[in-house]
């Protein structure tokens, strides 16, 4: 089993832009919670084709401004070079100084590039490097199960090492449920000359329903055996919770243990869940 090198430790965790004042009201308490954590940072998503941009800077800027660190997921599909500075020097004047670099999801009815000057996320870190130089730490995504876009896995890690030579700093994973798929990227990714974080994404289970949706439209395996388990349950939402987070629980504790340089975990603008989880962990 490949680990990574002794990279300090670090834990994070992502939300996305709240469109209405209640919602601003519910992240605002969820950031409390995990603020006493005293996470290394939070991120925040960036719809696609820059569909939240304005909610994103929002969210960005008056979390950045309460003490912990936050990162805003930048995409350059359907962006200009203008557009993307123009972002880039609002975060730096504010203070934020970690991005989350992404090509980002393609518009429907834009056709197969999304448009915009920047077409895959190598390019936007190498126009992130240029226009501001090393001020920003910048992530980049990996994919342990593959891109669903990639047309071989040959290719998928080939994209992947684009990004790390372009200027990427460390990598945050797409969630995943099969632990032998992380040090498998890990191991395929030294064999490339590659070393940088690789920090795995954390997904907790709380929907059933929810998470086949988003493991099909982002190309995430949900084992069978899960899958089973978690159609046993039903209706009844209180087994699937407690059941996801046992294996949750398992499963980073496993990536820990092995050396995993840390946690990304996806909230859905919830705390529940992934405290559970993060009491568990022995760190």
Not at 186 to 200: F, I
């Amino acid at each position: 089993m490949k680990t990574q090198k002794a990279y300090p430790r670090r834990f994070s965790f992502e939300f996305f832009p709240p469109k209405t004042d209640r919602g601003e009201e519910k992240l605002q308490l969820t950031r409390d919670r995990l603020a006493e954590h005293d996470p290394h940072f939070f991120s925040v998503t960036f719809g696609a084709g820059g569909s939240t941009r304005d909610r994103t800077l929002k969210t960005v800027l008056d979390l950045n401004s309460q003490g912990v660190s936050t990162a805003p997921h930048l995409s350059c599909i359907g962006a200009s070079k203008a557009d993307v500075a123009e972002l880039l020097d609002i975060y730096r004047d504010n203070g934020v100084d970690r991005i989350v670099a992404l090509r980002g999801d393609i518009p429907s009815g834009t056709g197969s590039s999304g448009g915009g000057e920047l077409r895959y996320a190598n390019e936007l870190v190498s126009f992130i490097r240029e226009h501001s130089g090393d001020h920003f730490h910048l992530e980049v995504a990996a994919y342990p199960e593959f891109h669903p876009q990639a047309s071989n896995a040959e290719q998928d890690l080939r994209n992947f090492k684009r990004k790390v030579e372009a200027g990427a700093d460390s990598a945050i994973t797409q969630y995943f449920y099969n632990v032998e798929s992380y040090f498998y990227f890990l191991d395929r990714m030294e064999k490339m000359g590659l070393d940088l974080p690789v920090v795995p994404g954390i997904m907790p289970i709380v929907n059933f329903s929810n998470l086949v949706r988003f493991s099909d439209m982002c190309g995430a395996d949900i084992p069978r055996w899960i899958r089973k388990q978690l159609e046993a349950y039903g209706d009844d939402s209180s087994s699937i919770q407690k059941f996801g987070e046992e294996v949750v629980t398992r499963m980073c504790q496993q990536l820990l243990d092995a050396g995993a340089p840390g946690l990304h975990f996806y909230t859905m603008n919830q705390a529940d869940a992934s405290l559970n989880i993060w009491h568990n962990l022995s760190r």
